[in-house]
């Protein structure tokens, strides 16, 4: 596989979670800068057309990701028949849970239970989603999580912000660079950040221990990455025929391209 085994800060469980949530909390912005909650929205909405469902389960969300932002503009499209999203981890926060739970936000809710992707047998029904969380899983999950979408026999949408497109040396040699500029764009964005807290400022601009964090984990995310080829060797021992798979780029309403898409559904029978 063309895809490196590299590790990314928030893969740690130690990591503390004023760290994390500065983390978290400039990734929204990114997703937002670079549009990439309309691209999601607009796979979802095209998934509706053939596959029925009313229900969004989010895995691996953290503290919300980009899927808060996706919902709005999915019933926004479709206001008579809402879709409602689910968030969920495999380790929720219980103040994550409560702190959205509480906020009552409009077909947004958080799953308190553990959900883990390699059974989604015993996970809530619906449209399940991994949203720039898939390159985070080794080949072995990786293949465990393709396999239980099969025999669960849902559709799943996995997406990827990033591609893994240059050879690891360049990405090597680059890398200097690469991360001055991903520490220089944390900066730029972190104003935009929502809720703005002191701590937020605080490890960013006077202790900037969350640019150095989200520089790395930006870069090193781009060599775990799966590239197509990587993909179609995780699907290699596909054994269920009536479950399909379609890997693509993913498009802008430009026409441009910014990451990719897994999709998994049933096969429709259409005799």
């Excluded at 949203?131 to 393709?146: G, V, Y």
Aim: a positive charge; aromatic letters at 10%.
């Amino acid at each position: 596989m063309k895809r490196k085994e590299l590790f990314e800060f928030e893969d740690f469980p130690r990591l503390p979670k004023t760290i994390r949530a500065g983390i978290t909390n400039l990734i929204v912005v990114f997703h937002k800068i670079m549009g990439t909650p309309v691209i999601i929205a607009d796979l979802i909405l095209d998934l509706k057309k053939s596959h029925k469902f009313s229900r969004i389960i989010d895995l691996g969300s953290g503290s919300g990701g980009a899927m808060p932002e996706v919902i709005k503009i999915v019933n926004a499209k479709n206001p008579q028949q809402p879709t409602k999203l689910l968030l969920s981890d495999l380790h929720p926060s219980k103040d994550i849970v409560n702190e959205t739970n509480k906020r009552s936000l409009d077909n947004i809710s958080y799953y308190e239970q553990p959900v883990n992707a390699i059974d989604l047998g015993n996970a809530p029904k619906g449209l399940k989603t991994m949203i720039a969380s898939f390159h985070h899983m080794n080949p072995k999950t990786a293949e465990r999580i393709l396999r239980s979408s099969e025999e669960n026999n849902e559709p799943i949408l996995i997406y990827e912000v990033a591609k893994n497109n240059i050879p690891f040396i360049v990405w090597l040699l680059l890398l200097p660079i690469s991360l001055l500029f991903l520490m220089l764009m944390s900066w730029f964005m972190t104003p935009f950040v929502r809720p703005f807290t002191f701590s937020q400022f605080l490890f960013t601009y006077i202790i900037p221990i969350i640019p150095i964090v989200y520089a790395w984990d930006g870069q090193a995310s781009l060599m775990r990455t799966y590239t197509f080829e990587d993909v179609k060797k995780l699907l290699k021992n596909n054994e269920i025929k009536t479950y399909e798979w379609k890997i693509g780029d993913a498009k802008k309403a430009n026409g441009k391209n910014l990451g990719y898409y897994i999709i998994g559904t049933p096969k429709i029978n259409r005799s």
